[in-house]
């Protein structure tokens, strides 16, 4: 019944294995950026989101209210971290992470270029379509400029890895929804996030082993749909697993809202990635109407069959703080439970916290 | 006739209630926790087995419940204070609709359908402002014991306003406002004023919906109940023993168990 969680190199044996088989490593903050174009130059990216380091002197480079992923990964930096990389790239995903790349590049002297990304927010019009896809093509140019030029086919090849990823993601948040998924959500999360940092040749056996280990019957106690920026910390999931609770569904920033997109028939490469980022599910880094963001989670819940929905919020995210109040007044309109729990990365479960989690479910049961 | 017993172990205290088939109560008892959550769960149930004239061997299903409850061995299950305490408190007021649980550490509202199921409910994070240990810690500055502070408060003329529930800050705020000779009972309102405002903060959250019982320690304070009362425009039920309201609770959910 339950399977032995498999087998998932460490993000610092992995990093050496890559340079040593000859792939260029870049340090990726969150969240949204094009991965294929990436492996496609035979990058491997290794994504920054909550490095488990205690703070150190990342706190006086920012201001107080400024979320613990971009200081964690600031904290990562500055003992060095990018020191084995060959270059970082920052997203344009919110205010805080741009702040971060501008001190990335223009003050801390980094023994490693900074590369920069920026992807078109909402309300989306054929200029943003134009613009997006102007990204991409600027990227692989930079990319090329750096680390050499792409091999022939290999974007072809990259957009291809990036659609089987998405399909057997796909797959398992599939099941999952419908029950027929029996791992806890401690591994199930383990797995998945493992291709923040695995390149796909190596993340796509293990999401197909993870399916065929997995099927099977659910956890029959309350279904619940987390939402919020990654799952973090991991105890809450080992808490509802432990509670007998099914994790119904997602809508977190470094998972289902980056990972579940319908693959595009395109047959050039960029005008697929640039589809494929305009199918993706609704997130307040890319500027998505509430609205929206609220179907979006009724969908799910519908889907999943969840009663409840629990944000977990990262002080002090500020897209996802602007949405959380008005999201769960909807949903609890829609009669579905919300909570909100605010967490600190990496700090485990307070006791408080964790009486609120178990009360919840029993609310729902 | 199999009986039920229901354990609280709570941040202060640990309180234990035991009921027979029909959910009379037939002993109860309030023990401090101290250091050893395990002990003060045991002596609170075997005081009030005695009180029932019953013995372990008697009960055929126990809960716990309470931040200790899961270090309660006797216990069979462990279900939390907040569906505790609101089946606890629509069982001596059956028309509850809104709990509000002041405990030591915790403050929670909880909102209940006409069965005493939770529906919704809120409840504090980490730090302890607002709560019954923010009481004590300023009952011993101002040299007050807990049965004290209701009393002056009521007869207090006046009141001086305190501007942090914050535990740390606010003690310092009341050493400064003893060094200027404030009377020590509008002190005294300041502070019931302060955790009032903040718990109704959390209750208008919910929406208050009534009738509304408080349970937990801090509900024994009349300065805070008729604060809140005040406060929320509304009359508030209070049980005549509100520290056990969990424990009760816990002892209904054991027979709903069991049966
Ligand atoms: N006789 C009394 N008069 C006034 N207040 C009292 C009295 N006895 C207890 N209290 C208050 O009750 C508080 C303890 O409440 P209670 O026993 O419900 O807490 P608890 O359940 O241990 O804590 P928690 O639920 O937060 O873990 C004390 O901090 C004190 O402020
Ligand atoms: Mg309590």
Redesign the pocket.
Same mark, same amino acid.
């Given at each position: 019944m339950t399977a032995q969680p498999l087998a998932i190199p460490s993000r610092s044996h992995y990093l050496t294995a890559q340079k040593e088989r000859g792939r260029k490593v870049l340090g990726v903050f969150p969240a949204q950026y094009p991965r294929e174009i990436l492996w496609a130059h035979d990058i491997a990216p290794m994504e920054i989101w909550d490095p488990p380091l205690e703070p150190g002197s990342a706190p006086a480079h920012l201001q107080p209210y400024i979320c613990a992923v971009v200081r964690q990964g600031l904290e990562l930096v500055l003992r060095g971290g990018a020191a084995r990389l060959d270059g970082l790239l920052v997203p344009h995903t919110c205010d805080s992470l741009q702040n971060l790349a501008s001190l990335l590049n223009d003050y801390l002297e980094l023994p490693v270029p900074v590369l920069f990304f920026y992807h078109p927010k909402e309300p989306f019009r054929d200029s943003a379509r134009a613009y997006y896809r102007r990204q991409l093509t600027i990227l692989d140019q930079k990319l090329a400029a750096r680390f050499g030029p792409r091999r022939e086919g290999a974007l072809e090849q990259a957009v291809a890895w990036g659609q089987r990823v998405a399909e057997l993601a796909g797959r398992t948040y599939d099941l999952r929804a419908r029950g027929q998924l029996s791992a806890p959500a401690l591994e199930f999360y383990r797995v998945l996030r493992a291709g923040e940092f695995l390149h796909p040749e190596d993340h796509i056996p293990l999401l197909e082993e993870f399916l065929a280990v997995h099927q099977g019957p659910a956890p029959a106690g309350p279904v619940v749909l987390l939402s919020g920026v990654l799952p973090n910390p991991k105890e809450l999931l080992s808490l509802l697993d432990q509670q007998g609770a099914r994790v119904g569904h997602d809508d977190f920033l470094g998972l289902s809202r980056r990972l579940l997109f319908p693959a595009s028939q395109a047959a050039d490469p960029f005008d697929a990635l640039c589809e494929q980022y305009f199918a993706l599910p609704p997130c307040s880094t890319r500027g998505s109407a509430l609205s929206q963001r609220l179907d979006w989670l009724k969908g799910l819940a519908q889907a999943s069959g969840a009663r409840g929905v629990i944000f977990y919020v990262v002080k002090f995210c500020e897209p996802e703080l602007f949405d959380v109040p008005p999201l769960m007044a909807g949903l609890k309109e829609q009669g579905l439970a919300t909570m909100s729990l605010e967490v600190e990365l990496n700090q485990g479960v307070s006791g408080q916290i964790a009486t609120r989690v178990e009360a919840f479910l029993e609310m729902l049961s | 006739m199999p009986f039920y017993a229901g354990i %609280?172990v /709570?941040? +202060?205290?640990s !309180?234990a209630v035991i009921i027979d088939q029909e959910g009379r109560m037939l002993g109860s008892a309030?023990t401090e926790?101290g250091a050893h959550s395990t002990q003060a769960a045991e002596k609170a149930l075997d005081l009030a087995l005695a009180q029932a004239g019953l013995s372990r061997g008697d009960l055929a299903f126990s809960v716990a419940t $309470?931040?200790g409850r899961v270090s309660v061995p006797m216990a069979q299950k462990t279900i939390t204070?907040i569906s505790c305490h609101g089946l606890g408190a629509h069982a001596i007021f059956p028309n509850t609709r809104t709990v509000i %649980?002041? *405990? /030591?550490? !915790?403050s929670k509202a909880i909102s209940l359908d006409e069965r005493g199921k939770v529906v919704d409910f809120v409840m504090n994070d980490k730090c302890a402002a607002g709560? $019954?240990?923010f009481?004590?810690v300023m009952a011993g500055k101002l040299g007050l014991t807990? %049965?004290d +502070? $209701?009393r002056l408060s009521l007869a207090a003329a006046g009141e001086v306003s305190i501007s942090s529930v914050c535990t740390v800050f606010a003690e310092s705020e009341v050493v400064s406002l003893v060094a200027r000779n404030h009377p020590r009972e509008q002190i005294v309102r300041g502070l019931h004023r302060a955790i009032v405002n903040r718990v109704a903060a959390m209750v208008g959250g919910l929406g208050v919906k009534e009738a509304v019982t408080m349970s $937990? *320690?801090?509900a024994?304070?009349a300065g805070v109940v008729a604060l809140m009362a005040e406060r929320l425009g509304i009359n508030i039920q209070v049980p005549p023993e509100p520290?056990i309201v /969990?424990a009760l609770g816990a002892a209904l959910l054991a027979r709903r168990q069991a049966g």
């Open positions: - | %609280d /709570g941040s +202060l205290s !309180d309030i926790t $309470g931040y204070e %649980d002041i *405990g /030591g550490q !915790d709560t $019954g240990r009481l004590e807990l %049965d +502070l $209701g $937990g *320690g801090v024994k304070n520290q /969990g």
